[in-house]
């Protein structure tokens, strides 16, 4: 038996329900369901009475769009919708394709190729002869390049353009002794071409002066007596420290543009290197004595030439015909990363080692990994670009050529002053900040064209977020204690690439140019990593370290005495106790010693009194010689380092010991 319906309470209990039952159809509903009471139980198993905490349940757990609506101003909720769907791009996307301009001319290439060779298979084989005709003349060249000369029947050792025999600071040892010979000796050599692009990038003490953003050479040809007037070029004698090739150069011994071949000798101590100008180089002077010195021997050039223009024509011409006559984008893409890599590798930009062997070695060595990276990066970027299109001498221009560019990095963007992006490069090299701001305009700007396109294409979502891990994890990297970030330009190519992967004229520009500048930072370089120690990157640059503060305590007809100050000392900055003190004349370590250690204290002086002190007796050249040969007393110039067990830290800046016996206090600041 039902109970009793009363109207007007059944309406108000409908009004206040917060769900109806789930019905399939409107035919399910029972026709006795509004006569039941609040009380009535449950008829059915998908149904539950009304529970008075349903809206409690509902206000305390709001979905989280809903908190956020609830936040946010309506204004910004509307902002950030519009931001959305800007983001999004257009509906629908519109993808970017190359229409050839003139394209009867663009596919005159596949057109002859669909007359002569229609087949696949006659494809494939005139491929494989393209391939073996690159291969036998670029190899050809390279053979002639490296190995064809020989001078006295040896194979000359190949040199790099940085080569040289004395080391930074103390490195050559006491004496010098590490260094050795200093006379006596020759060596049969080989340069490479282009060696006057080469510089030293650090400040490179000669006496008191310092050499830098420049080849170094030191001394040149001379009026005085060597002893070698005979025998050498031009009577032409170089400090033991001067870059080898750059001073076969200057001496008119062999010309840049082409290398060459030729023996050296060792010419012993000489003193005043004079400073000049030959051949396109600056030399620098030094007035007093060096251990070590070179000069070239007359009539020793053999006939050997760096080939590397004729390998380049041989390289440029083989991938601009692969690239007019094919259209797959597997074929072109690893025939050219094949071809360049090998180039860089092998004749533009080779590492510096002594012998060819080593080289294909080490270019094999770093082939398999590049090219994991390059597949990555033909897969997810390349490929895109690349697929469908028939723009054959578009390709070519805009594809390949900003290839070649930046493959040939040595020749291009080498020439900029960013050798190296440390606060300290950048205030002393001439034009690098106006360089660098020139650089990061031109990528940014970049990155905004090619952000409008993603969106044009409706991928820009996806980008912002490739591109925010990027981020992301470099600020990781850069917060790494004792770390520090280097992005080579190989790394800078990995990054930007992904940006590129679309079918528009820039896009081709960006993509090429930028495969380049990774086959030339790995084939060249090899993967150096993201992440260096701060020793790691200041290689051969003033650390900053403690500086010994010396004092001139006497000063004799023929010696001088120093007041070293105590030791050991702490160096909170380099976080380093310093044990001992080096001493350079010269820039010879001719004194070490050690905190507490009386064997390297000659005068007996153990620093008892709190300070160490050392003595000098000045050096005179020639001294067990003859007549113009036997120098008087030349300035001696006074360096000096602390040392942590056998590392050194910086040293000061020179301070000069004049022929008439003045001091001359060195300047502040450090010195290597």
């Known amino acids: 038996m039902s109970a009793p319906h009363d109207e007007e309470t059944g309406n108000a209990w409908e009004h206040e329900r917060p769900f109806e039952p789930y019905r399939d159809v409107p035919s399910d509903a029972d026709e006795n369901e509004s006569t039941l009471a609040d009380d009535a139980p449950l008829r059915s198993s998908q149904q539950r009475p009304l529970a008075e905490f349903d809206d409690l349940v509902r206000q305390f757990n709001p979905r989280w769009q809903d908190k956020w609506t609830e936040r946010v101003s309506p204004r910004l909720q509307n902002a950030w919708a519009a931001t959305v769907k800007w983001v999004k791009g257009p ?99 080989r340069c490479p071409a282009d060696c006057l692009a080469t510089e030293i990038l650090n400040p490179h003490a000669v006496g008191d002066k310092e050499v830098v953003y420049k080849p170094l050479v030191v ?104 690239s007019l006559f094919t259209t797959d984008p597997a074929v072109f893409f690893w ?65 390949l050529g900003p290839a070649w560019v930046g493959a040939l ?32 305009l031109s990528i940014f700007f970049i990155a905004l064209g090619q952000a409008w396109s993603f969106r044009v294409e409706g991928r820009m979502p996806r980008y912002l977020l490739i591109y925010t891990i990027f981020v992301l994890a470099l600020l990781l990297m850069v917060a790494m204690p004792g770390l520090s970030l280097r992005i080579h330009h190989y790394i800078l190519a990995l990054l930007l690439l992904p940006g590129t992967s679309f079918q528009n004229r820039p896009s081709l520009i960006y993509q090429g140019l930028l495969l380049g500048l990774f086959v030339n930072g790995i084939a060249r ?23 010994p503060a010396i004092s001139v305590l006497g000063i004799g007809a023929s010696n001088i005495t ?59 050249v020639g001294s067990d010689l003859e007549g113009d040969r036997a120098d008087a007393s030349l300035p001696e110039y006074f360096r000096f380092g602390y040392m942590a067990g056998s590392q050194v830290g910086d040293f000061t800046k020179a301070g000069k010991w004049d022929a008439d016996g003045t001091w001359v206090n060195m300047k502040k600041g450090p010195s290597r």
């Open 91 to 189: 509906q629908p996307p519109r993808t970017y394709t190359i229409n050839p301009i003139l394209p009867s001319i663009q596919h005159a290439p596949l057109a002859l190729l669909d007359h002569y060779a229609p087949k696949k298979i006659q494809r494939f084989w005139l491929l494989i002869a393209l391939y073996a005709c690159w291969l036998f003349a670029f190899s050809i060249v390279l053979w002639q390049s490296a190995f064809s000369a020989q001078i006295d029947g040896k194979m000359p050792i190949r040199l790099g353009c940085a080569a040289r025999y004395w080391n930074e600071g103390n490195l050559c040892g006491l004496n010098g002794d590490l260094c050795r010979p200093f006379a006596n000796a020759s060596l049969a050599f």
């Open 562 to 620: 120093f007041n070293l100050g105590p030791l050991p000392r702490w160096d909170k900055k380099v976080q380093a106790t310093f044990d001992g003190i080096s001493v350079l004349v010269n820039d010879v370590e001719r004194f070490r010693g050690y905190a507490g250690d009386r064997n390297y204290w000659p005068d007996g002086n153990d620093g008892a009194g709190g300070n160490y002190t050392w003595t000098w007796t000045r050096h005179r």
């Open 219 to 322: 001394g040149g040809p001379t009026d005085r007596q060597t002893g070698f007037e005979e025998e050498v070029v031009n009577n032409a004698i170089y400090r033991g420290d001067s870059f080898i090739c750059a001073s076969a150069v200057h001496a008119g011994f062999i010309d840049d543009t082409q290398g060459g071949c030729g023996v050296l000798t060792l010419t012993g101590e000489q003193s005043s290197f004079t400073k000049s100008k030959h051949h396109g180089v600056k030399s620098t002077g030094f007035d007093s004595y060096f251990p070590h010195s070179f000069g070239f021997l007359k009539d020793s050039r053999a006939t050997c030439k760096d080939l590397r223009w004729p390998a380049l024509a041989i390289t440029v011409f083989f991938t601009t015909v692969l």
């Open 409 to 440: 990095n040595n020749y291009t963007f080498d020439k900029l002053p960013l050798q190296r992006l440390t606060p300290h490069d950048l205030n002393a090299q001439p034009g690098a900040i106006p360089a660098l701001i020139a650089v990061v």
């Open 525 to 547: 370089w090899g993967f150096d990593s993201i992440l260096q120690t701060p020793t790691e990157l200041l290689e051969g640059a003033q650390k900053g370290t403690l500086l």
């Open 335 to 399: 025939s050219i990363f094949t071809a360049l890599f090998f180039h860089v590798a092998l004749a533009s930009d080779p590492p510096s080692l002594t012998n060819y062997y080593s080289l294909l070695s080490i270019a094999f060595g770093r082939f398999l990994p590049a090219g994991f990276c390059a597949w990555v990066t033909y897969k997810y970027t390349v490929k895109r670009s690349l697929t469908d299109l028939t723009a054959q001498f578009e390709k070519t221009i805009l594809w």
